[in-house]
């Protein structure tokens, strides 16, 4: 899980990544992964909505979710196909 706006870091393919969201207005979600923006496209789900991209060859997505708690709010996972991806507190390049 990680916040909706600001950058996480990730491994991918073995790699670090730095992924960072950036909200232009309340419609507009920008991901960009080490710098470069993605092309993405938003799609609703039964159980919250996704911001898809391709990362590496591969469909990847963040999906916004209900945890479940109202203190807590939504959540976002990264997931890489079928994987979901948690945050590394701390890569070395």
Do not use: Q, W
């Given at each position: 899980?990680?916040?909706l ?22 419609e ?24 898809c991209?391709?990362l ?15 203190h ?22």
């Open positions: 899980m990680f916040s706006v600001g950058s996480e870091k990730f491994m991918i393919s073995s790699k670090p990544a730095e992924i960072v969201i950036s909200c232009k207005d309340i507009t979600m920008d991901v960009y992964v080490d710098g470069e923006k993605m092309d993405t496209h938003g799609e609703f789900t039964d159980t919250g909505t996704e911001t991209f391709t590496d060859g591969y469909a990847a997505c963040i999906r916004a979710e209900s945890s479940g708690n109202r807590k709010g939504l959540v976002h996972v990264l997931v890489i196909g079928n994987t979901v991806l948690e945050p590394v507190p701390e890569v070395i390049t």
